[in-house]
């Protein structure tokens, strides 16, 4: 054998193995093509998610702060509820004295009419022409004031027209 069959004998195995190592990293290639474009395609799939779980966060944090506004809003609420509910306690308490306090008046009213009535029936010289309008017997039929006032008793509104007929 010359050298120039062993040259070419060399150049020819050079040029099939070259082919071969071509053809084997040619599909290694297009798998690793195709892996990048996976790649590429998970990438921009977990783009999207994390811009929807971000956009997801925005509308809690609204929601949050919607409800940090109106618990703020709930406990002025409770605040001022307190306060009509003490307004109220003190209210109550006025006006069941001032009640009290107007049929205490009623009743010193009465009694103070009862006895004038009396000391008039039984006053000396006593003018007979205002018994048309006062007539004590019917009135107080011969019964003690507290009597009277037990069955009559009340808001001067409810006794008047039994003695001022």
Known sequence: ???????IGLVAGIL???LGIF?????KISRLNNQISSLETENQLLTDAVDIKQDVIDQQQIALDAIEDLQTQ???MQGQLEDWETYKTNSEALIAKLTSDVELLNYLYAAQTYRAEEA????????SSYESLINFNSVYAGLSFVDWWNINGGPYED?????YP
């Open 1 to 7: 054998m010359d050298n120039k069959s062993i040259v």
């Open 16 to 18: 099939v193995g070259a």
């Open 23 to 27: 053809v084997l990293d040619n599909s």
């Open 74 to 76: 709930y406990e002025l």
């Open 120 to 127: 008039l029936t039984h006053l000396h010289g006593y003018d």
């Open 159 to 163: 006794w008047r027209p039994y003695v």
